[in-house]
């Protein structure tokens, strides 16, 4: 009995790209293999390496098209016989290797082998190796002279998402293109081309759905595509995304973060119930929070709403009528804890209500204190006196991100070294905790948030140094324009009044190495009362 059922075939292989025109995102990777081409100026192999589902096999298969078209040299016609055959996959001298199952010794020998006759049909043979990570080591060397120096009408095209791990001796020979994740208007663009053709409806906010989940890569926005397809039965809705996905809607994790900033606990723990019933995915939940919050700092740190990833202007000042500034590091703290520490998905519903029951309750807002709208606005006062006490009824203070920097040489770092504290240190040491709490103080946050993983390294007299990770974190530390606010930081929460001055770790550690070697030689210099010479800074 015949069956009059016939085969679907996805979405991502119908409308996979037939030509560079089709390709979607990866210009500058398609212009340079257009030229390449136009000035016959090409390589024996070439390497596409980047994420799944971002064009390297089907960029491979025109670029392949193009080589062999009997018509353009440029662009693959598609109308030659050279073309169709590849469209079709029947051409003789096109072939596509998958390296997870085809990747030891004897089937590159076998390779080799054929490697040496002439195309049959197109102008060059072209080998596609996909998943080229996978073959063995013994399958790499035994491939090594031949990609070296293939006959002129042979051409190496391997694909990897892995690229680190080739050989080296393999990526020396090969032209690298690295593949980066399709942005999302060139996603939005291929859908709604695909959407249209299809005549199937959509909604703007299905689409900006399945863009977040496709995360760059165009085969995966596809597949998706198909997915809800099949689902819904032909239509394309933001609501079907959603329960089909486990995902939460944008007006739902406004209202839950709005609740956050009112500290409306029943809000709080009925909304993460509901999203439970819903089946809601809170790994993906957290992540599209912590982008909202990142959004929010973007508005009120450049007042360009473009920026932002997901919020709207409205949507993000709907948020900020309830959420102040220094309750944003709060909130933003609270939920990555919960993601670095939960390892079972199922017990994040759980913890994220306790984190939220557990947060400090916001600072009481009045008209005497400075809103976030107020900061948007400019309206902050000027800073207060290195002499003064901090207070949480001060504005946000923006600290300095370029000018000139102190700097300490090494002789002079180990002349604070030999004058260093160790008790000092100690003390300083145990009550750098307390910058935890600045860091919700308004006109401290941004300079706390930067002290908060520092470490002090040594303590003397007139210098207190210290260590971080980051070399650009140091650099930042060590303007002067930021020494007034870093001074006063200190202060209150050690009572140590003097220079602070930031090293990252690597100069820690060689500084610790050569004070060491100094001591067994007996050349460390004599402790002494003058302070040390630092740049751009003079002591009073």
């Not at 080589?67 to 598609?78: A, D, H, I, M, V």
């Not at 606010?485 to 090293?503: D, M, N, P, R, T």
Request: charged share 25%.
């Amino acid at each position: 009995m015949q069956s009059n059922f016939m085969a679907y075939k996805a979405l991502y292989r119908t409308y996979r790209p037939q030509q560079f025109a089709q390709v979607a995102g990866q210009q500058a990777i398609v212009r340079t293999l257009q030229n390449a081409l136009l000035n016959q100026k090409l390589s024996h192999a070439y390497l596409f390496s980047g994420p799944r589902g971002t064009g390297k096999t089907s960029l491979a298969k025109i670029f392949a098209k193009a080589l062999n078209c009997e018509q353009s040299k440029s662009e693959p016609c598609g109308q030659c016989e050279n073309c169709k055959a590849l469209q079709e996959n029947r051409h003789p001298d096109v072939i596509e290797i998958d390296a997870a199952s085809n990747n030891g010794v004897d089937e590159v020998r076998d390779l080799i082998d054929k490697v040496k006759y002439a195309p049959i049909k197109g102008q060059y043979k072209i080998y596609i190796i996909d998943e080229v990570h996978m073959m063995t080591a013994g399958a790499f060397n035994a491939l090594l002279k031949t990609l070296e120096e293939p006959p002129a009408h042979v051409l190496f095209i391997l694909a990897t998402t892995e690229p680190h791990k080739i050989i080296p001796t393999i990526l020396s020979r090969c032209q690298r293109f690295d593949f980066g994740k399709v942005n999302a208007t060139d996603i939005k663009e291929r859908i709604q081309f695909i959407l249209k053709t299809e005549k199937i409806p959509y909604d703007e906010k299905a689409v900006q759905a399945v863009i977040q989940l496709a995360d760059g890569g165009v085969r995966d926005a596809l597949s998706l595509l198909d997915q809800v397809i099949a689902y819904t039965g032909g239509r394309f809705e933001e609501k079907d995304i959603l329960n089909l996905f486990g995902l939460v809607s944008l007006e739902d994790k406004i209202e839950l973060l709005a609740a956050i900033g009112r500290q409306d606990a029943s809000t709080m723990v009925g909304k993460i119930d509901k999203f439970v019933q819903k089946g809601a995915d809170f790994k993906r939940l957290l992540m599209d929070l912590l982008v909202m919050l990142k959004d929010l700092l973007i508005l009120i740190k450049t007042q360009e709403p473009s920026l932002m990833s997901i919020l709207k202007e409205a949507e993000a000042n709907r948020i900020l009528e309830t959420l102040s500034i220094n309750w944003i590091p709060v909130v933003t703290e609270a939920l990555m804890n919960i993601q670095a520490d939960v390892r079972n998905l199922s017990a994040i519903p759980g913890l994220l209500q306790l984190k939220l029951l557990q947060l400090p309750s916001p600072e009481i807002k009045s008209k005497t204190l400075p809103t976030i709208f107020d900061v948007m606005k400019g309206k902050s006062e000027s800073l207060p006196a290195a002499n003064s006490k901090p207070t949480a009824n001060m504005p946000p203070v923006a600290i300095a991100e370029s000018g000139e920097g102190l700097y300490i040489d090494d002789v002079n770092m180990i002349k604070v070294m030999v004058m260093g504290d160790k008790d000092a240190r100690q003390d300083v040491l145990q009550s750098w905790k307390e910058i935890d709490s600045m860091i919700y103080q308004p006109q401290f946050a941004a300079i706390a948030a930067l002290l908060k993983d520092a470490r002090p390294y040594v303590l003397s007299k007139h210098i207190l140094a210290l260590e971080v990770d980051q070399a650009n974190v140091a650099l930042q530390l060590n303007l002067v324009a930021n020494q007034t606010l870093i001074q006063q930081v200190i202060k209150s929460i050690a009572g140590f009044e003097g220079v602070v001055y930031a090293i990252n770790r690597q100069e820690a550690v060689k500084l610790k190495k050569l004070f060491m070697d100094l001591a067994q030689l007996n050349k460390l210099p004599s402790k002494q009362e003058t302070p040390p010479t630092v740049k751009n800074w003079t002591f009073k």
